[in-house]
């Protein structure tokens, strides 16, 4: 149930349900399901970059500078919004981003390279979230809604992956009747948020713009506890994950630890708070991202480090030389490991790699931050990791060895340093004590060329003879001394 056609003025349509099917046997309704979050134990960081897969800036055809992302009501349901000022999309290209494993981007001979190479990144992501979506999209000539929804599936009770796409005139606002367009305008009224065309039309007046997209995702997935699996209440301008998990809440040394943790600062705030992950999300930022009304704040952490080192790798497998920098957290030294982008989009953060990784009381590497763009890895399908190839094994093995040379130069740099401020130290605390020896040598001298005049006026009412005199003058030189003593010799 689908319209297709480059143009909204379709000349020739057809019904189509679209299918996936693997080594002969037909996924049906458990393609929804799935969970994008391959790694159960990093289960928290990789719901928190969701959001972030659903707008791939850096994907070629995109050209959008700005992105919005929010979290709207509509109709009493909570939702997630994603809005940019792109260019947009045809009926066809749209079906085509709604299908299951299609994708054109290994086709792509722009300077600009995509990231993603499955075509499902879209899909995976949106339907992690919430089980229901529509896509408002419109080009300049064209404007088309397309719903991928679970809700619907099971309601008709589908055996395959069915989505409506229902195509309008951008000019007139009238629906490009083919022969299942009314058919699928027809079943998004009936199963989405939205009961008439007008309310669909003021969702695609929102788009700023002649041009853009826009997706709304509803029935935000929730824990066991029926709470959401995103906290949208603690910070009003961030989304975050909450502190305590429903698989945890049996566990209270689990809920516990972690808050520890959290409250201390050991875990970076990108792994629980998305306004952080987008900040340092691109390598060079192209697109400005306006999170809950307020803009995110771009970070380059190269540029963030302190004691920075650049160095150069020379992969085996191709003909290229990738520039690593090296440095320290200069705010948390908790915080350290591999920084991996792959073509300015981060894959990886923290990735430790050799001293970090050795289990030593030593604590080797504690603080250092590495920089790469690994655009000759293969990132996983949530582009939150990397196939673990040969290339990816040997990269770290590289990746190890060159950050191993930058800890032990920047450890003998530190030791020369401290060695050098002890030698100071001493010298400083040699040449005090050489001169107060000398100033108790010249007080002395000058004592003895002034004789009487250096002793308190009463001294002289007391009859001390002579030679007392001169026997104390001898022993004690100094004035303070004389008087004290002058009385007990005299007596």
Same mark, same amino acid.
């Given at each position: $149930? ?56 850096? #994907?070629?055809? *995109? ?11 509509? /109709? ?50 949106? $339907? ?18 397309? $719903? ?76 066991? #506890? ?44 990108? %792994? ?23 803009? *995110? ?24 030389? *990738? ?39 030593? /604590? ?69 004590? %050489? ?10 001298? %000058? ?22 005199? *001169? ?21």
């Amino acid at each position: $149930m689908w319209s297709a056609g480059c143009e909204c003025h379709v000349t020739h349509t057809h019904t189509h349900t679209h299918t996936h099917t693997e080594g002969g046997r037909m996924n049906h309704l458990h393609l929804f399901s799935y969970d994008v979050c391959l790694n159960p134990h990093d289960g928290e960081t990789e719901r928190t970059r969701d959001p972030a897969e659903l707008y791939n800036a850096s #994907d070629p055809g *995109v050209t959008a500078k700005n992105i919005w992302i929010d979290v709207v009501t509509v /109709r009493e349901q909570l939702c997630l919004s994603f809005m940019d000022n792109g260019s947009g999309m045809t009926p066809n290209k749209l079906h085509k981003m709604l299908s299951f494993g299609f994708t054109e981007k290994g086709s792509s001979k722009s300077s600009h390279q995509p990231i993603g190479v499955y075509g499902n990144g879209f899909k995976s992501g949106s $339907m992690r979230l919430g089980r229901d979506a529509l896509i408002f999209t419109k080009n300049g000539g064209c404007q088309s809604v397309g $719903m991928l929804s679970q809700s619907f599936l099971q309601a008709i009770k589908a055996q395959a992956v069915i989505v409506p796409i229902a195509p309008f005139n951008q000019q007139t606002k009238t629906l490009v009747v083919t022969e299942d367009s009314e058919a699928s305008l027809r079943a998004i009224l009936k199963y989405s948020l939205f009961q008439s065309i007008s309310e669909l039309q003021e969702q695609l007046d929102s788009i700023q713009g002649k041009k853009g997209t826009k997706i709304l995702i509803w029935n935000i997935r929730r824990n066991k #506890d029926g709470k959401p699996e995103f906290d949208f209440d603690t910070d009003a301008e961030d989304i975050r994950l909450p502190e305590i998990r429903s698989e945890e809440t049996q566990a209270k040394w689990r809920r516990d630890y972690y808050k520890q943790r959290r409250d201390s600062n050991d875990v970076p705030e990108m %792994e629980f708070s998305l306004r952080a992950y987008l900040s340092i999300l691109y390598l060079k930022p192209r697109i400005q991202i306006v999170l809950r009304q307020k803009k *995110v704040q771009t970070k380059l952490i190269s540029k963030s480090l302190s004691m920075i080192e650049n160095d150069v790798y020379k992969p085996q497998f191709i003909n290229e030389r *990738v520039k690593i920098t090296f440095g320290f957290n200069r705010k948390n030294k908790e915080h350290y490991g591999i920084m991996m982008y792959h073509k300015n989009r981060l894959i990886k953060a923290h990735q430790k790699v050799g001293c970090q990784i050795k289990l030593s009381g030593q /604590r080797s590497g504690v603080g250092v931050i590495g920089v790469i763009e690994c655009n000759f890895l293969k990132p996983a399908h949530n582009k939150q990791d990397f196939e673990y190839t040969k290339e990816y094994r040997l990269t770290l093995a590289a990746l190890g060895l060159k950050l191993n040379d930058y800890w032990r130069e920047k450890k003998e740099k530190k030791a020369k340093e401290r060695a050098f401020q002890a030698l100071e130290r001493k010298s400083k605390e040699g040449d005090t004590e %050489e001169t107060e020896e000398e100033d108790d040598e010249e007080e002395e001298e %000058e004592e003895e060329e002034e004789g009487y005049d250096c002793f308190p006026p009463k001294l002289f009412t007391q009859q001390c003879c002579r030679t007392c005199f *001169v026997l104390l003058v001898r022993v004690y030189p100094s004035a303070s001394k004389m008087a004290r003593i002058a009385p007990w010799v005299c007596g």
